[in-house]
């Protein structure tokens, strides 16, 4: 399973949007990039998977570029709530046990 | 409320007794995974289960760990002569398994144990 390295911490204000780019250079061609977003005293919660370009749903968006060697979460408009660690893994099923390899994360803190 | 639940959701144990948690997964889902996380870590995996068959286990996991899956439904974990270095949050998630893909893995609210 491919690496990721991803900023250990990010601030932002309520409102703003807030990116969080993730690197993995040595990206299978079956992997697929997926974001967890961890609140504290809680388990990981999916966000949002991609395999290229540009994959959205009603929380995020995920930016690849065609090389897939990084990743950018965007969220919108964020608010006090999205204070939390975000984890970007990299990875694919394929008949695999599909186990999840989580790094330390990016904490994310929103401030008023 | 993913629909993974687990219990106990809090454990405080002395330093050499034994400890087991309990995780009820989606239930129509095949595959549950453990995973361990410690402060400021992200989540470790531990172990998982495809139905009732344990298929794959981290060196992680020492002799002093088991898990079970016996009728492919709730799974438990239980640490023997606890250690404090097992002081962790003890997480379980459940999937769909196969198919294309990266499935999506739906995690419980963790079991905190600390050994005293």
């Known amino acids: 399973l491919a690496k990721t390295t991803q900023p250990i911490s990010m601030d932002s204000y309520e409102g703003q949007e807030v990116n969080i780019t993730c690197s993995h250079n040595?990206?299978?061609?079956?992997?697929?990039i997926t974001w967890y977003q961890q609140f504290p005293s809680q388990g990981p919660r999916f966000i949002i998977q991609?395999?290229?370009t540009k994959v959205t749903n009603e929380v995020a968006s995920l930016f690849i570029p065609a090389d897939r060697k990084s990743s950018t979460l965007s969220l919108p408009r964020v608010s006090l709530s999205d204070t939390a660690v975000y984890y970007c893994l990299v990875g694919g099923d394929g008949g695999s046990q599909g186990n999840l390899i989580f790094g330390k994360g990016t904490k994310l803190s929103v401030k008023p | 409320d993913t629909g993974v639940s687990q219990d106990p959701r809090h454990k405080i144990t002395k330093r050499g007794q034994n400890v087991t948690f309990r995780c009820d997964p989606i239930?129509?889902?095949?595959?549950l995974y453990w995973y361990r996380q410690t402060l400021g870590q992200g989540p470790e995996f531990l172990t998982y289960f495809q139905n009732e068959a344990q298929l794959e286990k981290s060196r992680l996991l020492s002799d002093r760990f088991s898990a079970e899956r016996p009728k492919g439904s709730f799974s438990t974990l239980e640490i023997q002569r606890t250690e404090q270095g097992d002081s962790a949050m003890y997480l379980c998630a459940s999937t769909r398994g196969g198919g294309g893909g990266w499935n999506e893995q739906f995690f419980g609210p963790g079991t905190r144990l600390t050994v005293l």
């Open positions: 991609g395999y290229k």
């Open positions: 040595n990206i299978a061609t079956n992997d697929y």
């Open positions: 239930s129509e889902h095949n595959r």
